[in-house]
């Protein structure tokens, strides 16, 4: 299970949101790029970027930032926040990322999805962000009425490479993942399934570790090594012990 650091962008600017909520976050740095280094540093073998703004505006808007850091880092970058469109997903790819995020569209343009797994191989990846079990879309400005488990089998056969699982409830309030419901996706999906939101402390990756049959491709991290609850170098080696 490889521990995935988030670096989410906002106005150009390293932040971390509460519950997804624009207007609760929390500045932690000013250079993104400086920071993706610094967990590169630490061991990271994936860092996960999001462009906030572009998830809410629906078309890149920190994009320059995001592409400076793909060229920059020697590990994969996986990029989301308003990837809508195949020259947006082509322009990031070509820049050197290593897979691409989609969340809105796997509701509202799945035959984009279902285009770009065949266009690229092994490049694109399903974002489930989820709000009582139900999908959200457009930056979680929007709850569906549709459930995960049900979004996700639509794409069994399509190619992606794997689903990020975000409930929105507990992402960014360090109150611990929803394992109830990342066991539910991962063992109901034929998909590899990378945890997200509300991971709190090394006792957080532990009981992720335990998840098996199948087992987590990953867990992103974000406030709770941005705070120093967690030491990511200390979280990397753990998962090696497994």
């Known amino acids: 299970m490889k521990i995935i650091p988030a670096i989410d962008i906002k106005g150009g600017q390293c932040v971390r949101l509460y519950q997804g909520q624009m207007d609760q976050e929390t500045v932690y740095s000013d250079n993104p790029l400086e920071v993706a280094h610094r967990w590169a540093d630490a061991g990271a073998e994936m860092l996960h970027i999001v462009d906030l703004d572009g998830a809410v505006e629906g078309a890149p808007v920190n994009s320059d930032i995001i592409c400076q850091i793909i060229s ?121 399934v990378i945890a997200s939101g509300g991971v709190s402390g090394i006792k957080d990756i532990e009981e992720l570790l335990t998840i098996k049959d199948p087992e987590l491709e990953g867990v992103i991290v974000g406030k709770a090594i941005y705070s120093g609850a967690i030491d990511l170098s200390a979280a990397i080696a753990l998962t090696k012990k497994k």
């Open 72 to 192: 920059s880092v020697k590990i994969p970058v996986q990029v989301g926040g308003g990837i809508r469109e195949i020259p947006t997903a082509g322009k990031y790819l070509d820049s050197g990322a290593a897979r691409v995020v989609l969340g809105t569209a796997a509701v509202s343009y799945t035959g984009l999805i279902h285009f770009l797994a065949e266009a690229f191989p092994r490049k694109i990846v399903l974002s489930l962000d989820a709000s009582e079990g139900m999908v959200a879309i457009r930056g979680w400005q929007e709850v569906t009425d549709m459930s995960a488990v049900d979004v996700a089998k639509r794409f069994e056969e399509s190619g992606v490479s794997a689903i990020v699982f975000t409930d929105i409830k507990r992402d960014g309030t360090l109150t611990g993942p929803n394992i109830e419901s990342i066991k539910t996706l991962s063992k109901n999906v034929r998909i590899p």
